[in-house]
């Protein structure tokens, strides 16, 4: 937590118990956010386990493996870009409640596929209820949140995906032990997509117990509505203030899409723009989708590759948690340039044992330690950055436009990986390079333009654009 929280009524559990103030409603949106962040993992990793099983059984040759992996990024850009404006017209609950039934309906569908094209369209599906939960899951989390929690409470929408990550990837090889090959490709890939429903009806039933984003509810012109939250939140005072601020703000916006492309709001936007392009870029979905595919490229067999993938979504989910112990006290700036930097090194290091012909524990630990470096910073910061810097009427809009944005550079990693791994003139040692050096641009950037948003409120993060 931040020590200098003397602009806020609202610093600690226990100041809040101290109001009329209650841990409840905020204890609801974080249950939330974990299920969403969840979901979005579940369905991040679940074709890092079956790809194989679905090339085998489909007769996919590398382009269309690549699709596969890539399918439900593709549902995940346009989930993302109307789940803006759906939010921004709606609410943000309300979008919620379709992503979990999209992920439901996407997670029955892609058990029980006859054709490759009717697996694609599943796939497709579930990406746009991806794709609408990574917009809409920060931005109500950053709504909700008072100011000094923000950054933690942002955090566990990744704790979530990480969470996901780490639990499909060990589902994956718990049912993959099940049978023989022959039965993982006919059989066993579809449990692994087909268990995706259990969480999507979980995440279904806590939505009907939390409430609406109370800055959404005031500049839709609610505010009777969106006091008792901020009141049940952190107490009458807090509500007044996050009511002026909101106000203070919203009575001078347009509350156009277009206003993001006004001069004083370039520089947000092109931060929104390319931390997630680097995000994506530095290919952490290259390995999350494919790391049993690149273990078995570097020698390992296939038993040992599942449970080497199972350790890069344990060692996600840890570092996950030195982000949400760190990004209030330490800052985001601060993380994000020592989590770029280790990233580089760690990625080429990789690049260097593949040219090398280097395999087993030391491929393994470079890859261990390049995702621990992002899982800490570059995961789950550029969501948070994101969900502080945008006014709160073009909010959900900004979202769509950064994930829209995410996904479209997520698509490309995904989409490319395998031909580029499998590519004799390529290969692994050079894909690795690459992203190496989108890594190292990454950390420039952040160097040259991310400011520092710690300890502020939204309102006085949007006014700092306006000088």
Same mark, same amino acid.
């Given at each position: 937590?931040?020590?200098?929280?003397?602009?806020?009524?609202?610093?600690?559990?226990?100041?809040?118990?101290?109001?009329?103030?209650?841990?409840?409603? #905020?204890?609801?949106?974080?249950?939330?956010?974990?299920?969403?962040?969840? &979901?979005?993992?579940?369905?991040?990793?679940?074709?890092?386990?079956?790809?194989?099983?679905?090339?085998?059984?489909?007769?996919?040759?590398?382009?269309?493996?690549?699709?596969?992996?890539?399918?439900?990024? &593709?549902?995940?850009?346009?989930?993302?870009?109307?789940?803006?404006?759906?939010?921004?017209?709606?609410?943000?609950?309300?979008?919620?409640?379709?992503?979990?039934?999209?992920?439901?309906?996407?997670?029955?569908?892609?058990?029980?596929?006859?054709?490759?094209?009717?697996?694609?369209?599943?796939?497709?599906?579930?990406?746009?209820?991806?794709?609408?939960?990574?917009?809409?899951?920060?931005?109500?989390?950053?709504?909700?949140?008072?100011?000094?929690?923000?950054?933690?409470?942002?955090?566990?929408?990744?704790?979530?995906?990480?969470?996901?990550?780490?639990?499909?990837?060990?589902?994956?090889?718990? =049912?993959?032990?099940?049978?023989?090959?022959? !039965?993982?490709?006919?059989?066993?890939?579809? !449990?692994?997509?087909?268990?995706?429903?259990?969480?999507?009806?979980? #995440? &279904?039933?806590?939505?009907?117990?939390?409430?609406?984003?109370?800055?959404?509810?005031?500049?839709?012109?609610?505010?009777?509505?969106?006091?008792?939250?901020?009141?049940?939140?952190?107490?009458?005072?807090?509500?007044?203030?996050?009511?002026?601020?909101?106000?203070?703000?919203?009575?001078?916006?347009?509350?156009?899409?277009?206003?993001?492309?006004?001069?004083?709001?370039?520089?947000?936007? =092109?931060?929104?723009?390319?931390?997630?392009?680097?995000?994506?870029?530095?290919?952490?979905?290259?390995?999350?989708?494919?790391?049993?595919?690149?273990?078995?490229?570097?020698?390992?067999?296939?038993?040992?590759?599942?449970?080497?993938?199972?350790?890069?979504?344990?060692?996600?989910?840890?570092?996950?948690?030195?982000?949400?112990?760190?990004?209030?006290?330490?800052?985001?700036?601060?993380?994000?340039?020592?989590?770029?930097?280790?990233?580089?090194?760690?990625?080429?290091?990789?690049?260097?044992?593949?040219?090398?012909?280097?395999?087993?524990?030391? &491929?393994?630990?470079?890859?261990?330690?390049? =995702?621990?470096?992002?899982?800490?910073?570059?995961?789950?910061?550029?969501?948070?950055?994101?969900?502080?810097?945008?006014?709160?009427?073009?909010?959900?809009?900004?979202?769509?436009?950064?994930?829209?944005? =995410? !996904?479209?550079?997520?698509?490309?990693?995904?989409?490319?990986?395998?031909?580029?791994?499998?590519?004799?003139?390529?290969?692994?040692?050079?894909?690795?390079?690459?992203?190496?050096?989108?890594?190292?641009?990454?950390?420039?950037?952040?160097?040259?333009?991310?400011?520092?948003?710690?300890?502020?409120?939204?309102?006085?993060?949007?006014?700092?654009?306006?000088?």
């Amino acid at each position: 937590m931040s020590a200098n929280t003397s602009s806020t009524s609202i610093t600690s559990p226990a100041s809040l118990s101290q109001t009329t103030g209650s841990m409840k409603p #905020l204890l609801l949106v974080a249950v939330v956010a974990i299920f969403g962040g969840f &979901l979005f993992g579940y369905d991040t990793a679940v074709i890092n386990g079956a790809n194989q099983y679905l090339k085998a059984h489909f007769r996919l040759d590398a382009m269309q493996e690549g699709l596969a992996g890539a399918s439900a990024i &593709l549902g995940c850009i346009p989930g993302a870009m109307f789940a803006g404006f759906l939010s921004d017209r709606f609410g943000r609950r309300k979008v919620l409640f379709l992503c979990a039934i999209l992920y439901a309906v996407s997670g029955l569908l892609s058990a029980v596929p006859r054709t490759f094209t009717e697996f694609l369209l599943a796939r497709f599906i579930s990406g746009l209820g991806i794709g609408a939960s990574s917009m809409i899951c920060p931005v109500y989390i950053a709504e909700m949140a008072p100011k000094a929690w923000r950054g933690r409470l942002g955090s566990l929408f990744q704790l979530g995906i990480v969470s996901g990550i780490f639990l499909t990837l060990f589902i994956n090889a718990r =049912i993959q032990g099940l049978g023989n090959e022959s !039965w993982n490709t006919s059989t066993g890939w579809r !449990w692994m997509l087909g268990a995706e429903v259990v969480p999507a009806l979980l #995440l &279904l039933g806590l939505l009907f117990f939390v409430k609406e984003s109370p800055r959404w509810l005031i500049q839709a012109g609610r505010e009777s509505l969106a006091r008792p939250i901020l009141e049940a939140i952190g107490g009458r005072a807090h509500a007044d203030e996050e009511i002026a601020a909101v106000r203070s703000v919203v009575e001078k916006e347009e509350g156009g899409f277009f206003e993001l492309f006004h001069a004083r709001f370039r520089r947000p936007l =092109i931060i929104a723009v390319l931390l997630m392009a680097f995000s994506q870029f530095s290919g952490i979905n290259a390995i999350m989708y494919y790391s049993t595919k690149i273990f078995t490229t570097a020698g390992v067999g296939i038993a040992d590759s599942f449970t080497a993938s199972t350790i890069i979504g344990l060692v996600n989910l840890v570092f996950t948690f030195v982000a949400i112990a760190l990004v209030d006290k330490a800052g985001r700036r601060p993380l994000l340039l020592f989590g770029l930097v280790i990233q580089v090194l760690a990625l080429g290091a990789v690049g260097f044992m593949f040219n090398s012909g280097v395999q087993g524990a030391g &491929l393994l630990v470079a890859i261990v330690v390049f =995702i621990g470096a992002f899982a800490m910073a570059l995961g789950p910061i550029p969501w948070i950055l994101c969900s502080e810097i945008f006014p709160t009427r073009v909010r959900g809009r900004a979202m769509s436009l950064a994930t829209f944005v =995410i !996904w479209t550079s997520c698509y490309i990693v995904a989409q490319t990986f395998p031909m580029l791994n499998d590519s004799p003139k390529i290969g692994p040692a050079v894909t690795f390079w690459v992203y190496a050096g989108c890594s190292l641009l990454g950390l420039l950037f952040v160097i040259g333009m991310v400011p520092e948003t710690k300890g502020r409120s939204l309102e006085e993060i949007e006014k700092s654009w306006q000088g």
